[in-house]
């Protein structure tokens, strides 16, 4: 009789087809040792079968592109020998089952991809999406993400400074938590995962392994049903405390010239990490898992092989050098044992107690694992909606003030206020949370880096292309609005069941923006992550590629920040208003309606007004800058003023729109800017090309709009001040 | 032997956790809590066979780093 | 003047200190690795912020029973400097040289923002680039700087003109609003806010910078 049995192949994640490709791989019927890893390669986490196809055709490359997708994290060149590594991941599914340790050991994973390559971690963003407020499962979810986050990067000693936190009811079941880390290494020496030279030991360092997270990645790749809650069993526990003293090891191995390649242990533990350096090298492992440092007594090759013990390292070192490597990681207090060697045979041989526990072909299960060309539907346009078709508000006054106090609108200060977020001593005072883009000094220079997560998911549910485009353009507006030249991104793809050809539409549409929006802003992907099977009980989140975009700016001293300077300062608004009202947040939030055509964005007019808002920060031209985009005008103008106590006197230029389309639209690639001399920035603007108007000027303590009415500015502070710690003050919910 | 040390806070030293715990129970309906307080529980594997002597040493442990005796008492258990 | 920062496993802010001291002294300062047993030479120990241990069992409680700590508590008695800011400060009270103790705040939460501190005694090698009554902002960034200390202590390091510095707005439940406190003899002060963080305008301001000024000027006088 067949040891593996049906069920056990279906248990394992794995369908018929895929099991008669295991069978021909293999020539014979699989242990279930190898099975446990064929299940963990193939899953939709590891292989990106769905995705791949799709992601392929995404523009990877640059003349300071170093690195794109494909390693650890992307890197890219900032000149100076400096190099910049970064990637977003999420860590969905386990966030929901256990929220602070999913949430934590999620930074401590992509910390770890950072790290890897050589970089120390100097700033951490957090793209956070959970369901409706009133759902009884948020309030709870939201403490404890939000702690996770906190207790591993507060501990890391690495700033967390920035993000995104929203919620919307798609997220009732599948929240989101996508984090980001973004490194700095010496460009000159930089770690990849490639083993090579025949007889090198394999080394294992960092944590024990325990029977933490087995089956994480397979979980990672299933839709959530009601018996999911039985599996917390399988949710790993973050010891941020061992991944700093990791971290302080491998970057003092760093330091010599032992390593000949290194990979963190994510998902898939020991599995993945081992069958990527082999594939990556062309060579062989030969593994002895008795050396496999143990935390538990008696476990399984299977429970090894499968284990999503964290803060784990596997390096190849040169022969000779395992002694002083050793001694390293002894002074940081951290395991160090040698598991392997690098052979010719092409193979990942298992040894166990004396014996053969695996052995299989490493190139046919690592590349030639499942690539799958999903049926797909794209989605329908929407009809238009024009500005008139919108009601108009009773009084568009307290309508700022109502966006600005609602959930999605308000200040998340509440979030940010428990991540240490100037640790390090480089987190510039523009750059610290609640501005456009956060900004971070690379330490001891002039040099800063700008970065920002965005995505806003309704544009991308009407039009996965025009939302696929809007993302990359909000990050490229945000991180233009300081001054910083953009660079590359991070792309970290959420989605529903993939196998739904009108989930599937929403990707592929999605990509195709992501990547138009990349090719005309000059601004490559260089990393991402794909996390597919975001439903429960058949209904999907909204599609949500989160983008994490980087930009450098040379002398950060020019860096401006959002919030209004000086008194009699000229407002002026930079790109064409056409009040566009389909998708917006008015729309959702005042008339409860989520219809209409996600904006159109000109992917020109991004460039064009980008590179202006930039030239003439950089020139001195403009004082402060803010990207217009949820909300549209009123709220950007709302948050320049609550950022700075000062008011400001706007003149109605609605001309033929409705005044609140004028104010409330969402018309894309336009900035607000603050001048000193309004006429050399218009006339410059004029010179480009670029649509431009003063608006109205910096002015007392209260925001006034012809037409529309005036409110103190300290009134509408208290009021996006209030909703998220009167929320969370709620006592209804479980102590963390 | 085991030793089984409990570390409280001293009474009258203001406990923020265990007042949260009183507060969340009595809003998830439980009444009658009067009072909670939170505390440790460390569970050590000694070498040492003589119970009175790994007494001795857990309480040596414990002046020195399992409690801060500013504001925490400690009990401790061994067993067999 | 030759100062030093001690580093324990999990320390954050050791760069940060050495950066900020460095700003002020012009000159190089030390990193000490907490398994080492001489601080001779050193005018001024520092005691860095972070997680040392990974705030495990009590905050600072591993690092105070380190083998550098019975030197840097040597130092301290010998009369020479000491300042712990953050888990230093965390890490001088588990060791005794400074009273009382850091518990959670009292919201619970970690909490990292501005905050308005209030310099009670500007009298003191510490603060004398400060005057008495002065208000100025440091950051905080922690999860326990809730200051305890029984009844009796607190009249005595109030009587003693032991408080350093007080919160203007409570951040974290701290009794009598304390934020710093020296030893009886005042060559000791532990710390929650961060003075390291705010020396360099483009950061948000300088009014940490005052403070190792003074330090140095005193320390060389």
Redesign the interface.
């Given at each position: 009789m067949s040891a593996i049995t049906p069920e056990i192949v279906a248990e394992h994640g794995l369908s018929e087809d895929e099991y008669k490709m295991v069978l021909e791989i293999m020539g014979r019927e699989p242990n279930i040792n190898e099975l446990g890893i064929f299940s963990v390669m193939w899953s939709e986490h590891c292989s990106y079968k769905s995705s791949k196809k799709w992601l392929k055709t995404l523009p990877t490359k640059a003349p300071w592109v170093i690195c794109g997708p494909g390693e650890n994290a992307g890197i890219i060149d900032i000149g100076d020998d400096d190099a910049i590594i970064f990637k977003m991941e999420s860590h969905n599914h386990p966030s929901y089952i256990e929220p602070y340790q999913g949430a934590a050991t999620g930074v401590g994973g992509i910390m770890r991809d950072v790290f890897t390559m050589g970089a120390r971690p100097i700033a951490n963003l957090n793209a956070l999406r959970f369901g409706v407020p009133e759902h009884p499962k948020t309030r709870h979810l939201v403490h404890g993400v939000v702690?996770g986050i906190?207790?591993y990067g507060?501990?890391?000693?690495v700033p967390t400074v920035g993000g995104e936190v929203e919620f919307d009811a798609s997220y009732d079941g599948n929240i989101l938590v996508n984090a980001m880390c973004v490194g700095l290494a010496d460009a000159k020496n930089i770690f990849y995962c490639a083993a090579a030279g025949i007889g090198n030991p394999v080394v294992y360092v960092g944590s024990k392994t325990g029977r933490d997270g087995i089956h994480g990645a397979t979980m990672a790749s299933t839709e959530f049903t009601a018996d999911t809650e039985e599996k917390r069993p399988t949710v790993q526990v973050g010891?941020?405390?061992?991944e700093?003293?990791l971290l302080e090891a491998c970057l003092e191995l760093m330091q010599t010239d032992a390593i000949v390649a290194i990979q963190d242990m994510g998902a898939a533990g020991l599995t993945s990490s081992s069958f990527e350096m082999a594939s990556s090298g062309g060579v062989g492992i030969d593994m002895n898992l008795d050396n496999v440092p143990q935390r538990e007594e008696n476990m399984t090759p299977y429970e090894m092989m499968l284990s999503e013990s964290q803060e784990r390292m596997l390096m190849v070192l040169k022969p000779g050098k395992e002694e002083m490597a050793k001694a390293i990681f002894e002074k940081?207090?951290l395991d160090f044992s040698i598991i392997g060697t690098i052979t010719n045979t092409g193979r990942m041989r298992l040894f166990h107690g004396g014996e053969v526990v695996a052995d299989l072909p490493i190139n046919p299960l690592a590349q030639a694992s499942p690539e799958y060309d999903r049926p797909y539907v794209p989605t329908p346009k929407r009809a238009p909606l024009a500005p008139g078709d919108v009601k108009a508000p009773a009084d568009c006054m307290a309508t700022i003030k109502a966006l600005v106090s609602s959930p999605n609108g308000c200040s998340k200060r509440w979030v940010?206020?428990?991540?240490?977020?100037?640790?390090?001593?480089?987190?510039?005072?523009l750059g610290?949370p609640g501005g456009d883009a956060a900004m971070v000094?690379i330490h001891g220079s002039q040099k800063a880096i700008a970065m920002s997560s965005d995505v806003t998911p309704r544009y991308v549910f009407a039009d996965p292309v025009e939302g696929g485009r809007q993302a990359v353009a909000e990050t490229y507006r945000n991180i233009s609005a300081t001054g910083a030249l953009p660079m590359a991104i991070t792309d970290n793809m959420n989605f529903g069941n993939p196998q739904r050809p009108e989930i599937m539409g929403q990707f592929v549409g999605a990509v195709q923006g992501i990547g138009e929006a990349c090719i005309a802003l000059d601004y490559p992907v260089v990393s991402g992550n794909v996390s597919l099977y975001n439903e429960t009980n058949g209904q999907g989140i909204l599609p949500t590629p989160t983008i994490g975009g980087v930009g450098v700016i040379q002398d950060?001293?020019k860096a401006v920040g959002m919030g209004f300077v000086a008194q009699g300062e000229a407002i002026v608004l930079i790109g064409a208003t056409a009040g566009h009202l389909g998708c917006s947040q008015y729309l959702a939030e005042i008339e409860g309606r989520k219809d209409g055509p996600a904006p159109h964005v000109d992917l020109v007019a991004e460039r064009k007004n980008g590179d202006f808002v930039r030239g003439q920060i950089l020139a001195g031209a403009i004082t402060a800058c803010h990207d217009l985009s949820s909300g549209g005008l009123g709220v950007g103008l709302a948050e320049m003023a609550m950022k700075s106590g000062l008011g400001a006197d706007v003149e109605d230029q609605s001309g033929e729109l409705p005044l609140h389309a004028w104010l409330f639209g969402e018309d894309q690639a336009r900035y607000l800017a603050t001048t000193k001399d309004a006429g050399a920035l218009l006339a410059a603007a004029k010179a480009a090309g670029v649509v431009a108007s003063q608006i109205g000027i910096v002015d007392g303590k209260d925001l006034t709009i012809a037409g529309a009415g005036t409110i103190s500015v300290s009134k509408l502070s208290d009021a996006h001040e209030k909703w998220m710690p009167d929320y969370m003050a709620h006592?209804?919910?479980?102590?963390g | 032997m085991k030793a089984k040390v409990h570390v409280t806070l001293k009474n009258g030293v203001l406990d923020p956790q265990g007042k949260a715990i009183e507060h969340t129970l009595g809003s998830l309906g439980f009444k009658g809590v009067k009072q909670a307080r939170q505390g440790k529980f460390i569970e050590l594997d000694l070498a040492e066979t003589d119970a009175d002597k790994a007494r001795a040493q857990v309480d040596e442990m414990c002046k020195k780093l399992l409690a801060n005796t500013v504001i925490e008492n400690y009990t401790i258990d061994i067993e067999g | 003047m030759k100062a030093c920062v001690i580093v324990f496993p999990a320390s954050n802010c050791d760069r940060d200190m050495k950066v900020a001291l460095e700003r002020s002294l012009g000159s190089p300062v030390d990193m000490v690795w907490h398994r080492e047993t001489d601080l001779s030479g050193y005018d001024l120990v520092t005691i860095p912020g972070g997680f040392s241990y990974g705030d495990y069992l009590r905050c600072g409680a591993m690092a105070a029973r380190s083998p550098i700590m019975a030197e840097v508590v040597k130092h301290a008695q010998r009369g020479a400097p000491v300042l712990g800011i953050c888990n230093g400060f965390q890490v001088l009270c588990e060791s005794g040289l400074l009273p009382g103790v850091l518990m959670r705040n009292a919201h619970l939460k970690f909490i990292c923002k501005d905050v308005s501190l209030k310099v009670e005694n500007a009298n003191t090698i510490f603060t004398s680039g400060y005057s008495s009554g002065e208000v100025v902002t440091y950051p905080v960034a922690h999860h326990d700087g809730n200051y305890f200390t029984d009844a009796e202590t607190l009249k005595a390091i109030e009587g003693n003109g032991q408080v350093a510095f007080r919160y203007v707005n409570n951040p974290n439940g701290s009794i009598n609003d304390i934020a710093g406190v020296l030893n009886k003899a005042g060559n000791v002060l532990g710390m929650m806010p961060h003075p390291e963080r705010l020396v360099d305008p483009l950061l948000g301001g300088i009014d940490g910078k005052p403070m190792f000024d003074g330090l140095v000027k005193s320390l060389a006088a």
């Open positions: 702690e906190g207790g507060n501990c890391m000693g010891d941020p405390f061992t700093k003293l940081w207090e940010w206020e428990q991540y240490d977020h100037m640790v390090m001593g480089d987190t510039t005072g610290r000094r950060v001293s006592p209804d919910f479980e102590v | - | -």
